[in-house]
């Protein structure tokens, strides 16, 4: 073993060790989508005397996080999402009715002197005396507020407020008869301004309106006791204390207490987005996931060790350990998994086994074709010439991951870090792990004696087919280009006839999931919520004996008036799904989802066009075009939703597909180095019979895992499996059938120049 191997495999093993430790200690934090509870996306809004900012937005967040730890939730999350909105997450809420109505009141206690009732049963504008024959103060600027029991009060302006309350909390007097009520603690100044309140009050006879004070909440009378007889004129309640009482019941008391102690907000807030997710629901995506790695993995290894024999099971090993590696660094860094997120780490497995692929295929190359003495010698020359296309489509794929970082929201976004993460995982895996134990195997004199077991002493059956057979595709350029074309027009026919179904959070409005204890047709629930005044509702079956329900933007009532409506025709129901978004969030998710494949397509070109040609990049750009519309195309037909799961599935295709491009461009340059002047239709057919074995043996083990999720992932998984094997059969064609032939084209229209060996 020589020095290289050795730093490697020590390398190797501290990582492995490290991972494994951190698996162990370090839990990894699970999104709301697979442990369930509420999402709340809150936006705070100007008012006439005050501004949104971040400030404003950051002293909002500090009276939200007051009020969350009141309410007790396990692992609450509150962070700002740019300028003025704040995302709150509450595992385990399944009630996002009470906890936005806790978190979005704007919460101003303020505490009035009651002048009297609007019959003008008490005035206060003149000069009478009291007990003790001293003027009253005039009768400051009032308003009128209905009290509890609805008769008018007319109230003074506010003597206390919030600011001035140390502490609330709601109590329980059984004896006493007062029942839930909350009590408050004045503080500061505050206990002198209620006793000069109270006093002030207490100087009108029992009975009289005037002797009651008013407690106000967002411009509402919660309650307005009269002061007690024992009190005298002028002195008041001293003990800075007071009790609010009404019919409250113990959840309005400790929410109101809670109101209380959390302080006012400094502006108001609107809910934006509102995602509620049930825990059966996440658990059965994430045992359904678990299924789907498991048995795809299973398979993907099977696939490579009966093609790769001995290579093949190292590399599987290789996969166990990036899987691993993955783990611990989403622990480590804290990374929240999602359950697109988990559909990505899923996915990077079968992106793990490309890089895998690559070095075999080039050390059967070297060993078969180009005479290399052993099989040691083949499998460094192929981890030596394979490393360029590795590179260059892992960083293109990472070009994806980041974008759907810093453009997407929510659980896309946790899709980007899961996938950035399985890529460079993949990455040390197959360049570090699986080198390490291939080259120790290679050395063995067993192995030796017998290159064959290595797996890559041989050139394999697609590529003995592929020589014997000698393809000319390139010949006639123009008729794949034809065929890419009449696929254009069929997707576009089906966006043109049938629509775009954007998803509810494109387009504003609300989705909710209903687990049913048998099948429910959907149209009958969808005649029926037309009678109820919903029209616009659009119901679809979810599985065996699931439904959903779309519809425009609704208030939690009329929500609730679905849910009636559905239980009467479904029987027994279970909310498993909520998610409302408002319209001007769908409008801007929109339009950050038009941008993000924008520059998309824009970094691939400015990559590719860096790394090659303007002509290479160009060409894998309109490929990769080629794919988005052929893929939206599709769900168009199928009548699929184009949502954020969706958009993932899009730019990860898009990541997916570059990597063939970027693999047989790598290899055309190289060509072109070795034999300066060939045409570049020869060269290019050269390339697709060296590099097409590598496109089938990668595409063949991300199918058995995107297969896997489609068929045991669940409903939620379905249409992200689906469209993400569409993208894998597209751009397995386009990359070598739409890109190469662009490429081909662009370059007979290119004016000549010196060669160069750089092409």
Same mark, same amino acid.
């Not at 999104?31 to 949104?52: A, C, F």
């Not at 003149?126 to 609805?150: I, N, Q, Y």
């Not at 106000?216 to 009378?221: N, P, Q, R």
């Not at 993955?326 to 992106?351: R, W």
């Given at each position: ?248 019941g113990p959840e309005e008391a400790r929410e109101l207490s809670l109101l209380v102690n959390g302080g006012a907000l400094p502006v108001p807030v609107e809910t934006v987005e509102q995602r509620t997710v049930g825990p059966t629901l996440g658990a059965q995506a994430i045992t359904a996931s678990a299924w789907a790695a498991a ?179 390139m010949r006639r350029p123009h008729r794949w280009l034809a065929v890419s074309a009449t696929a254009l027009v069929l997707a576009g026919s089906g966006i043109a006839v049938r629509g775009i179904d954007l998803g509810v959070e494109f387009t504003g409005g609300r989705l909710i999931e209903y687990a049913t204890t048998s099948p ?87 990559? =590719? #066009?860096?790394?090659?040609?303007? &002509?290479? %990049? $160009?060409?894998?750009? @309109?490929?990769? !075009?080629?794919? +988005?519309? /052929? ?90 499996? =689906? #469209?993400?094997?569409?993208?894998? &059969?597209? %751009? $397995?064609?386009?990359? @070598?059938?739409? !890109?190469?032939? +662009?490429? /081909? ?15």
């Amino acid at each position: 073993m020589n020095r290289s191997v050795r730093v490697r495999a020590l390398l190797a093993l501290a990582v492995i060790a490290l991972s494994l430790y951190l698996a162990v200690t370090v839990p990894v934090r699970l999104g709301l989508d697979l442990r369930g509870g509420t999402q709340l996306v809150l936006e705070t809004r100007p008012t006439p005397t005050t501004d949104t900012g971040p400030e404003a937005t950051d002293r909002t967040l500090e009276v939200l996080r007051g009020r969350i730890d009141g309410l007790g939730v396990a692992e609450p999350t509150l962070v700002r999402s740019g300028q003025n909105r704040i995302i709150v997450e509450l595992p385990g809420v399944q009630d996002p009715k009470r906890a936005a109505d806790v978190l979005g009141r704007t919460a101003q206690l303020t505490f009035h002197p009651v002048l009297g009732t609007t019959d003008g049963t008490t005035d206060r504008t003149t000069d009478r005396t009291d007990e003790a024959s001293r003027p009253l103060p005039k009768r400051p600027r009032e308003h009128v507020l209905p009290d509890e029991s609805g008769t008018p009060l007319r109230l003074g302006a506010a003597a206390l407020t919030g600011e001035d309350v140390k502490e609330a909390a709601a109590r329980f007097d059984q004896q006493g008869g007062a029942g839930w009520h909350v009590t408050v603690g004045f503080e500061g100044d505050g206990r002198a301004g209620w006793a000069r309140l109270t006093g002030e009050a207490a100087c009108h006879p029992a009975g009289d309106p005037a002797r009651r004070v008013a407690i106000v909440l967002d411009d509402k009378v919660i309650s307005s006791p009269q002061v007690d007889p024992s009190v005298a004129c002028r002195t008041g309640i001293r003990d800075g204390a007071t009790q609010i009482t009404g019919s409250f019941g113990p959840e309005e008391a400790r929410e109101l207490s809670l109101l209380v102690n959390g302080g006012a907000l400094p502006v108001p807030v609107e809910t934006v987005e509102q995602r509620t997710v049930g825990p059966t629901l996440g658990a059965q995506a994430i045992t359904a996931s678990a299924w789907a790695a498991a048995i795809g993995t299973a398979l993907t290894s099977l696939f490579i060790i009966g093609v790769y024999r001995l290579m093949g099971l190292l590399a599987a090993v290789g996969l166990v350990c990036y899987g691993l590696v993955s783990y611990a660094a989403l622990a480590v860094l804290g990374a929240t998994l999602t359950l697109p997120g988990l559909a990505g780490f899923v996915l990077a497995i079968g992106m793990a086994v490309d890089a895998n692929v690559l070095v075999f295929e080039r050390a059967r190359e070297e060993y078969a074709l180009r005479r290399r003495p052993s099989a040691r010698s083949a499998l460094s020359a192929g981890f030596r010439n394979a490393f360029s296309a590795i590179a260059d489509s892992n960083i293109t794929t990472l070009i994806a991951a980041a974008l759907l970082f810093f453009l997407a929201s929510g659980p896309v976004r946790g899709f980007g870090v899961t996938l950035g993460i399985g890529v460079l995982a993949s990455m040390f895996s197959a360049l570090v792990i699986t080198r390490v134990l291939a080259e120790i195997a290679v050395s063995r004199p067993r192995v030796r004696r017998r290159p064959r077991l290595t797996g890559i002493a041989t050139t394999g059956a697609v590529r003995d087919r592929l020589t014997r057979r000698n393809p000319r595709l390139m010949r006639r350029p123009h008729r794949w280009l034809a065929v890419s074309a009449t696929a254009l027009v069929l997707a576009g026919s089906g966006i043109a006839v049938r629509g775009i179904d954007l998803g509810v959070e494109f387009t504003g409005g609300r989705l909710i999931e209903y687990a049913t204890t048998s099948p429910v047709d959907p149209d009958r629930v969808r005649t029926a919520l037309a009678d109820t005044g919903f029209p616009r509702a659009v119901v679809r079956s979810s599985g065996e004996t699931g439904l959903t329900v779309r519809t425009d933007p609704l208030t939690n009532a009329e929500e609730t008036e679905v849910t009636g409506t559905v239980r009467d025709l479904a029987g027994r129901v279970d909310k498993v799904r909520d998610e409302l978004v408002g319209p001007s969030l769908g409008e801007e998710l929109r339009r950050g989802a038009l941008i993000a494949l924008a520059v998309a397509l824009g970094a691939q070109f400015v990559y =590719l #066009a860096a790394r090659f040609r303007w &002509v290479f %990049g $160009t060409a894998a750009v @309109v490929a990769l !075009a080629h794919d +988005v519309v /052929i893929l939206v195309g599709v769900f168009a037909w199928l009548g699929r939703p184009v949502d954020g799961v969706f958009l993932a599935a899009l730019l990860t295709v898009i990541g997916y597909s570059v990597n063939d491009s970027v693999v047989l461009f790598d290899r055309v340059r190289e060509l072109a180095r070795r034999t300066p002047g060939a045409p570049l239709p020869d060269l290019t057919d050269r390339a697709i019979v060296q590099t097409l074995p590598r496109t089938v043996n990668t595409g063949m083990g991300a199918a058995f895992i995107l297969t896997a999720l489609a068929v045991l992932g669940g409903s939620s998984l379905t249409d992200f499996s =689906l #469209a993400l094997l569409i993208g894998l &059969v597209v %751009g $397995t064609y386009s990359s @070598v059938l739409t !890109a190469a032939p +662009v490429a /081909i084209r662009l370059h007979h229209r290119t004016p000549p120049r010196q060669p160069s060996g750089r092409t």
